[in-house]
């Protein structure tokens, strides 16, 4: 039987693949993130993410009732610049945050990715940054795992013209070394923008669409 207009099935588009884009602090994220938005991927940062859980209700109780109204501004928001001292400050300040927003930040990037994957055309590319993907475990829950890093004194200029004490977040996270070995692909953003864009290109091409989960 010849298949008419009504009966026909539609055409399905290829799955996008959903990369995980980690790195240790200083090392640039961000910067590849936008590069890869600019080339048409799909982007989801964690910071955009828990930039809107510290505006949430409940999240803001939980945080004032561990650090007090110091860490709010007037808005009755979280003041992230001094919950970031609070939490180096107090002995287990660090993973009380981690249990409180890691749960809400996965189930977030989760539904984002699902609704991703359901537009009409889907985007080539998902990618999603995740400061702590190996120290969260997180490995197993993407189709690839790419590491963007950079030297040592490289990463420490870069955090401390933040005003961010370098060695104290570098302490809490994976050594670099460790997360290269363990990623798909990885790359050492010493250079120039130009240079890490032409990664990302290299990366966009070794992860067409089409394998990616349903």
């Known amino acids: 039987m010849v298949a008419t207009a009504s009966t026909r099935a539609e055409p399905h588009a290829p799955a996008p693949q959903c990369l995980g884009l980690t790195g240790g602090i200083g090392s640039g994220k961000s910067a590849a993130l936008d590069a890869f938005a600019?080339?048409?991927a799909a982007v989801l940062s964690a910071d955009d993410?828990?930039?809107r859980l510290y505006g949430e209700p409940e999240v803001i109780r939980e945080v004032v009732a561990r650090f007090g109204d110091g860490v709010t501004l007037t808005s009755g928001v979280v003041d992230r610049v001094a919950l970031g001292e609070a939490a180096f400050g107090q002995e287990g300040g660090i993973a009380f945050l981690e249990g409180l927003l890691h749960p809400r930040i996965g189930e977030a990037r989760r539904a984002w990715i699902a609704a991703e994957r359901q537009r009409t055309p889907p985007p080539p590319l998902i990618?999603?940054?995740v400061p702590l993907l190996f120290e969260a475990g997180l490995q197993d829950a993407f189709d690839a795992v790419?590491?963007?890093t950079a030297s040592d004194h490289v990463r420490r200029a870069r955090v401390e013209a933040r005003g961010q004490d370098y060695d104290g977040r570098r302490a809490?996270?994976?050594?670099?070394?460790?997360k290269v070995a363990a990623a798909d692909m990885a790359y050492v953003n010493d250079g120039t923008l130009v240079d890490l864009d032409e990664w990302v290109a290299s990366v966009m091409d070794a992860y067409p669409a089409g394998d990616g989960a349903a």
């Not at 809490?172 to 460790?178: D, G, K, T």
């Open 49 to 51: 993410i828990v930039h």
């Open 127 to 129: 990618v999603c940054e």
């Open 172 to 178: 809490l996270q994976v050594p670099e070394h460790q």
């Open 38 to 40: 600019r080339r048409g």
């Open 146 to 148: 790419i590491v963007v």
